[in-house]
């Protein structure tokens, strides 16, 4: 992780990221759709919303629950419904191998349930909180 960087993590805003992505002309959000997510995994949501595009169904949430990219979603038809499912799981299974923090690869798949994925250099530096739920208080 590059130290300059270390701003750029800090004063990360999911909102204001997703804002800035092209959503197409398909895709709906849902009216309380708040993404939720670190600095680390921008990356993972540009590429998704990317895939996306071409699908007409409804986004309802984006976050980082249970240390995953958990992605929720309303088909409005069925059409697609596999190919939807295909690039959630890869962007869900993307957000085990990635930091959350600063977006670098993992040498390990992150299997801990409720902690997010951190390297070590973030770890060590203290970058990105706990990466539990505590961080949000
Ligand atoms: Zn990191």
Redesign the pocket.
């Given at each position: 992780?590059q130290s300059d960087s270390t701003n750029q993590i800090q004063s990360f805003d999911s909102v204001s990221h997703f804002k800035s992505l092209d959503l197409g002309k398909k895709l709906i959000l849902n009216q309380y759709f708040e993404p939720e997510y670190g600095y680390?995994w921008k990356i993972i949501v540009e590429n998704l919303i990317k895939n996306l595009t071409p699908f007409k169904f409804q986004l309802d949430s984006i976050d980082d629950s249970f240390g995953i990219l958990n992605v929720q979603f309303t088909l409005l038809t069925q059409s697609h419904e596999i190919a939807i499912l295909r690039e959630i799981h890869k962007s869900l299974t993307d957000s085990r191998s990635t930091?959350?923090?600063?977006?670098?690869l993992l040498s390990k798949y992150h299997a801990s349930i409720g902690r997010l994925p951190?390297?070590?250099?973030?770890?060590k530096k203290g970058?990105?909180g706990t990466g539990t739920w505590l961080d949000k208080y």
């Open positions: 992780m680390g930091c959350a923090t600063c977006g670098d951190k390297c070590n250099n973030c770890f970058v990105g």
